[in-house]
């Protein structure tokens, strides 16, 4: 059983930071990517970032690339998300997830790629 515990979010202003983080406990955190999604209140779930078990690639929705920074420490077992610029319509409660299968990265933005999710933690940018 994997274990997922998101922390880091908060209140912020509009151009503020915040950093998140989850620690994920149950299996082999390394050779897995790990994925952060957003779901805004009456909004679907949506992807935000991915990174590869070894950090070596990552992706980006549209909406935060060039403002967001997703990171791991496989040593902690712990995945980050660095953000910047914060903007009201960032405002949403952020999951972090572990995939299905070990080694992939190919479509990590879906929702289908992940079996385990963590209870999610709110971020709440105001204008």
């Known amino acids: 059983q994997v274990q997922l515990v998101e922390s880091g979010g908060g209140l912020v202003q509009a151009g503020g930071s915040l950093r998140l983080s989850c620690v994920a406990s149950?299996?082999?955190?390394?050779?897995?990517?790990m994925g952060w999604f957003r779901q805004a209140p009456g909004k679907e779930r949506e992807f935000v970032a991915a990174?590869?078990?070894?950090?070596?690639?990552?992706k980006y929705s549209d909406s935060v690339k060039g403002r967001f920074t997703i990171s791991r420490d496989n040593a902690k077992k712990t995945v980050y998300l660095q953000m910047n610029s914060l903007k009201p319509e960032d405002t949403a409660v952020y999951y972090c997830?572990?995939?299905?299968?070990?080694?992939?990265?190919?479509?990590?933005?879906?929702?289908?790629?992940?079996?385990?999710w963590g209870q999610g933690t709110q971020v709440t940018v105001s204008s």
């Open positions: 997830a572990s995939p299905k299968k070990p080694w992939e990265f190919e479509n990590i933005d879906s929702r289908d790629k992940y079996d385990y």
């Open positions: 990174i590869s078990w070894g950090s070596s690639r990552t």
């Open positions: 149950g299996r082999s955190f390394a050779n897995y990517a």
